[in-house]
């Protein structure tokens, strides 16, 4: 077994540590110029109408896109000084270089959402593009596409099965569910930062405990990428945070996705880190029939402001009964019987209108809890997200006997 690299680890512990100081800096001395570029919007849940500068993630993006390139030869400083190299590694920088060109493909795929408002199609086509080289680096470097069946189905299909190419089709799935999942889950100040902030935390304490297993060169390769994208996303939360005075953008959601699909992929703890995204997952699956249509879907889903007591409650997407096929039909009758949505019927002169509440994760909590100040709205979304680490946590040293031989 390799020895675990201390140094480099402590080099971009540093390195980020300045990141982070250079982003808290860094971001509300270029908000005049995201304004006079016309990058800003309104906070649609606040009274007051004031421009708030977005896509404030390109910031921390570029950012941790520097630490990344200058620590580039920290790794391989004993072949570049001393006598201790036995030969230059190849696939590891490789590897790393390949992760950072995904990385950056995808924050420039992100600024250009920003800037030209794609429609939502195009959302699922850029993760797909930009993972394109971190599929090309897996297939060079490793080529494995075989997994370790769980126990309740090794009796149909075996100990191992050999995926072939849906192995890589899983791969660019996965990238496009971690950027558009972070994305879905939005509307409220600090939510996006916030979300990406405990999972890159979650994901660092499960490298951490891995460090002293057989596989900790992978875990030593995701604390490369996950310390700097914890402390720049830190400094972007810091600005994101309740009263927000900036908006991260989608270029955040789809740059911290992908920096999630790189380390997951690359770490070979793909299921793990799925399991970090249990909130997202939870509130994926509910909004599935507004994201594909089959119930009327608005624009914005975010909660909406009640101006008389300052608190967000619920948003409504309102829609001709005529409009709704029999199979959002079912969907709305079912969700309203197991009380997960809130289902109005009216008439306006010959047609019959319904009126329900978005379905979104966020909407789900003021459902069960009533108008609620937008601040304390996002303390419980972010104690969500930590009730979601924990229990993925004991799933995956815990549960996971139940399905594989640990």
């Not at 740059?255 to 997202?280: C, E, N, R």
């Not at 994201?291 to 409504?316: A, Q």
């Not at 909407?363 to 009730?387: A, D, Y």
């Amino acid at each position: 077994m390799t020895p675990i690299p201390v140094l480099p680890l402590v080099i971009n512990c540093c390195m980020s540590a300045f990141g982070c100081i250079a982003t808290l800096k860094l971001i509300p001395a270029f908000k005049d110029h995201f304004i006079a570029a016309r990058l800003y919007g309104i906070d649609l849940n606040k009274l007051s109408k004031k421009q708030v500068p977005e896509s404030q993630g390109v910031i921390s993006g570029t950012v941790f896109l520097i630490i990344l390139f200058c620590f580039i030869p920290v790794p391989y400083l004993s072949c570049f000084v001393g006598e201790e190299c036995m030969g230059f590694p190849h696939d590891e920088f490789v590897q790393l270089i390949g992760a950072l060109l995904a990385i950056c493909c995808m924050i420039f795929l992100g600024f250009a959402d920003d800037v030209l408002n794609l429609r939502w199609r195009h959302k699922l086509l850029l993760p797909t593009m930009a993972s394109l080289p971190l599929l090309m680096v897996y297939f060079t470097n490793f080529g494995n596409t075989v997994i370790v069946v769980p126990k309740p189905f090794r009796i149909l299909l075996g100990m191992h099965l050999d995926l072939g190419i849906l192995y890589y089709v899983y791969m660019g799935m996965l990238a496009v569910f971690c950027t558009n999942a972070i994305n879905i889950l939005a509307g409220i100040n600090g939510i996006e930062s916030g979300q990406a902030l405990f999972i890159s935390g979650s994901i660092i304490i499960f490298n951490l405990l891995e460090l002293s297993g057989d596989f900790h060169d992978d875990h030593v390769f995701s604390l490369y990428f996950m310390i700097p994208f914890f402390f720049t996303t830190l400094a972007l939360f810091y600005h994101n945070w309740y009263p927000s005075s900036v908006f991260v953008g989608d270029t955040f959601c789809y740059f911290a996705g992908m920096t999630f699909a790189v380390v997951g992929i690359l770490g070979h703890f793909s299921k793990t880190m799925l399991l970090f995204f249990i909130p997202q997952i939870i509130n994926f699956v509910y909004s599935l029939p507004q994201l594909f249509h089959v119930v009327p879907c608005p624009r914005h889903r975010l909660p909406r402001l009640i101006p008389d007591t300052g608190k967000l409650g619920m948003s409504y997407s309102k829609f001709k009964r005529k409009d709704l096929s029999k199979l959002g039909d079912l969907i709305l009758k079912v969700a309203e019987t197991l009380q997960l949505m809130e289902v109005r019927r009216g008439q306006e002169g010959d047609d019959e209108f319904l009126e329900c509440n978005n379905m979104t994760l966020i909407n789900l909590v003021l459902k069960f809890l009533g108008p609620t100040h937008e601040r304390n709205l996002t303390t419980i979304m972010l104690l969500i997200q930590v009730l979601g680490s924990v229990l993925a946590f004991g799933i995956r040293y815990h549960l996971v006997r139940l399905f594989y031989d640990v």
